[in-house]
């Protein structure tokens, strides 16, 4: 997601081992199925002064990760606009949150766009009851 059409959040997905994939795509099928309110840890969390961010917790390539997002207009779908590491108070890259309120604006003034996720070379979650 980003004005020149590339999608770093899918190229990270893309790059993670078996292991990383696994726990990613288990945070993601647990919240897609668990209302907005109950988002909370350990599994994810609202980021205290960043709204609307949420965080979506996991470890992967033997790192805290996170996925930083929000929930679009209407509230059904969230969108991951960022991956970045955590350590302490400390986010990876350094303007994570910046880059992740950049990223939010874009694609609520049109200038970027949203695609599915990837996970294996089929949309994930998948949309089936």
């Known amino acids: 997601m980003s004005p020149s059409g590339r999608n770093d959040v899918q190229a990270e997905v893309n790059s993670y081992d078996d292991y990383a994939r696994e726990a990613f795509s288990r945070a993601v099928a647990h919240l897609a199925v668990t209302e907005r309110e109950q ?5 994810a969390k609202k980021l205290v002064n960043e709204d609307p961010i949420y965080e979506i917790r996991y470890k992967a390539n033997n790192r805290a990760t996170r996925a930083l997002g929000y929930f679009a207009e209407g509230g059904e779908s969230f969108v991951i606009v960022l991956i970045c590491y955590h350590k302490g108070r400390v986010y990876s890259p350094a303007g994570a949150f910046k880059s992740a309120h950049k990223r939010i604006a874009q694609v609520k003034d ?18 089936e009851d």
């Open 39 to 43: 988002w909370q840890s350990p599994q």
């Open 110 to 127: 049109g200038s970027a766009s949203t695609v599915s996720l990837q996970v294996l070379g089929e949309d994930f979650p998948s949309n």
